[in-house]
C-alpha cells in the first residue's frame, strides 16, 4: 500500500514539476497567452464606461501594471467572483484556472513581453454595444461628498406610460462607473385607480440622514398592501447589467403608473465632490412573458423566520440558519444570497425528500460589495417535498476589516425593533431564489 501511494505521489510529482518547467522555460506573452485570457476575464468591466478603476484593453494598459496584476489575480480578487466553484457552477461565473493564474505571475516574472504579434494575431476587443430599443429614464442625481467614505441611498424612480405593457429587462446605466458600486431595485405596480401623482415625491434619501424614516414615509416606500411589488427587478455590479433569460421566459408586467425603487444604491469612497446621474433603460417585450420568473425570499422580511433572532453581540462571531419547505416541484433560475458588513460566509443547499443533497451556493469569503444574482448553467430542478437551508455566519469583532463600529456594538435586524427599512449598518439575512413552477426538460434547458 505505501508502496503504491510512494509511485503515486512520485507520479503527481513529476506531472506538476513538468507543467511548472514547461512554463518555466517557455517565453510567456502578451500576444500569445495573455491578451485572450484578459480578454475573456477582465475586459468587460476594464473599459470605458464600465465600472474597473482603469482600462485593460491595451499592451501597455497591461504591461506597466503587470506586478499589480499578478498579485490580484493570485489572490484571487481579480476578478472578483466570491462563490466556490466547486460547490456549484454558475452560467455568469467569472474564475480564472490555476494555470491561467500562472501565467500572469510567469509573464510578469519574465518583463512582461509582448511577443510576436504576427504570429500571434490578437483578436480585436469588442466593446459593450447599445441597441436602442428602450425607453430611458433619468434617475434623480446624487451628490456624493468627497469624504473617502462608502455613501448608500434610497432612491425612487416614477415612471407613467400610456397603457399597462411588458418589461423583458432593466438596466441600470451608471452615470459615474468608477463610482457607483452595487444597486438592487424592486418594481412597485401601482392600482388602475391610484390618482397619486407619482412624481411630486421627494425622490432620494441618504441612508445616513437623520431623518431617514420620515423621508422613507415621504417617499411612500413604507409597504402598502395595495400594491404590487416585483422584486429584484433591476439589478446592477460593475460589468453585470441586465441578464436575458431565454426567450419566452421573465419579464414583468408594467402598470400605467408604476416605480423603481432602488435600495441601498452603493457609491464607493471618493476622493472629491461628484454628482453622479445614472439612468435605468427599459427594454419593453412584445408579449406577456409565457412564464414569467416568480421569486421568494428566505430569511428578513422573508417567508422563513431566522433562528436565533438575527442579533449579532459585540465581539462575537454567530451563525445564524433559517430554512423553507419547498411545497411543489420547481425550477430555479437565479439566487441572491444577502448580508451587510458583517457577513463572513454563506452557505444554501436542498435537501430532497430522499435525504440527497442540492448544492446552491458557498461563499467562504463575504464581501458585501460584490452582490451576485448566481444564475445557474441550467435551470436546476428542485423537487416538491425539499427544504432548502440557509448557513450564514457573521463577524461582529474587531477582526472584520468592515465592522462599521470600533469598536463593535450589539447590531440587529431594524425589523426586531419594528422598523421596516434596512441600513447597510444593521444586519440582513436573506436568500432570494427566483424560480419557475417545474416544467418536464427545464432542468436540461441552458441559461448561458
Ligand atoms: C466584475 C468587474 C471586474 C472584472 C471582471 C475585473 N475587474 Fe479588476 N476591478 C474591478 C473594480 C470595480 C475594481 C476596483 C476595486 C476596488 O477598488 O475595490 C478593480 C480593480 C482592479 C485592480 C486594482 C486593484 C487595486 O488594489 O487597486 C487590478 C490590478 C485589476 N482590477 C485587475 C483585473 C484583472 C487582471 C482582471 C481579469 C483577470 C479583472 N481585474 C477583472 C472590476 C473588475
Not at 411588458?166 to 457607483?180: D, Q, Y
Not at 427599459?282 to 442579533?311: A, C, D, V, W
Not at 457573521?394 to 422598523?419: H, S, V
Not at 444586519?427 to 413552477?437: A, K, V
Request: aromatic content about 12%; overall charge positive; some cysteine.
Amino acid at each position: 500500500m505505501a508502496a503504491l501511494f510512494n509511485k503515486i505521489s512520485l507520479f503527481c510529482y513529476l506531472v506538476a514539476f513538468c507543467i511548472s518547467c514547461n512554463y518555466n522555460t517557455e517565453e510567456i506573452t502578451y500576444a500569445e497567452h495573455i491578451a485572450p485570457i484578459v480578454n475573456v476575464h477582465c475586459v468587460g468591466c476594464h473599459q470605458p464606461n464600465e465600472g474597473g478603476p482603469f482600462n485593460l484593453i491595451s499592451y501597455n494598459d497591461l504591461a506597466k501594471r503587470s506586478k499589480m496584476i499578478a498579485h490580484v489575480t493570485k489572490i484571487k480578487f481579480m476578478p472578483p467572483w466570491l462563490a466556490d466553484p466547486n460547490y456549484s457552477q454558475f452560467a455568469n461565473q467569472n474564475i480564472l484556472s490555476e494555470e491561467q493564474i500562472k501565467l500572469f505571475q510567469l509573464w510578469h516574472k519574465q518583463g512582461a513581453k509582448l511577443g510576436d504579434t504576427s504570429k500571434h494575431k490578437i483578436k480585436p476587443i469588442v466593446l459593450r454595444k447599445n441597441n436602442k430599443n428602450y425607453l430611458e429614464l433619468d434617475i434623480e442625481p446624487v451628490f456624493i461628498k468627497g469624504n473617502h467614505g462608502d455613501n448608500f441611498f434610497y432612491i425612487k424612480v416614477p415612471i407613467e406610460i400610456p397603457q399597462d405593457s411588458f418589461v423583458r429587462m432593466v438596466e441600470f446605466i451608471p452615470g459615474k462607473p468608477k463610482l457607483v458600486h452595487h444597486v438592487n431595485g424592486h418594481l412597485i405596480l401601482l392600482p388602475l385607480d391610484d390618482t397619486s401623482n407619482i412624481f411630486n415625491t421627494r425622490r432620494i434619501v441618504d441612508i445616513h440622514s437623520p431623518d431617514f424614516e420620515k423621508h422613507i414615509e415621504e417617499m411612500g416606500l413604507y409597504i402598502n398592501p395595495f400594491e404590487k411589488r416585483i422584486h429584484s427587478a433591476v439589478n446592477y455590479l460593475p460589468g453585470v447589467r441586465g441578464f436575458l433569460y431565454p426567450q419566452g421566459i421573465g419579464g414583468y408586467p408594467l402598470s400605467k403608473k408604476a416605480y423603481f425603487v432602488l435600495k441601498d444604491i452603493h457609491y464607493g469612497p471618493s476622493e472629491k465632490d461628484q454628482i453622479d446621474s445614472s439612468k435605468l433603460r427599459i427594454y419593453f417585450g412584445s408579449k406577456p412573458p409565457e412564464r414569467p420568473i416568480l421569486e421568494t425570499m428566505l430569511g428578513t422580511n422573508g417567508i422563513s423566520k431566522i433562528n436565533p433572532l438575527l442579533l449579532v453581540e459585540a465581539g462575537k462571531i454567530q451563525k445564524f440558519t433559517t430554512k423553507a419547505f419547498i411545497p411543489e416541484d420547481i425550477s430555479i433560475l437565479t439566487i441572491n444570497p444577502h448580508m451587510h458588513l458583517l457577513g463572513k460566509s454563506f452557505k444554501a443547499y436542498a435537501v430532497k425528500p430522499n435525504g440527497d443533497t442540492i448544492p446552491l451556493v458557498y461563499i467562504p469569503k463575504w464581501d458585501f460589495r460584490w452582490q451576485y444574482y448566481y444564475t445557474f448553467k441550467k435551470m436546476l430542478k428542485i423537487p416538491k417535498g425539499s427544504t432548502i437551508f440557509v448557513e450564514a455566519i457573521y463577524d461582529n469583532t474587531t477582526q472584520n476589516p468592515n465592522n462599521p463600529n470600533k469598536p463593535p456594538k450589539n447590531i440587529a435586524e431594524r425589523m426586531l425593533f419594528g422598523g421596516s427599512s434596512m441600513r447597510t449598518s444593521d444586519e440582513m439575512l436573506q436568500f432570494i431564489i427566483s424560480y419557475l413552477p417545474y416544467q418536464e426538460g427545464d432542468e436540461n434547458t441552458s441559461l448561458q
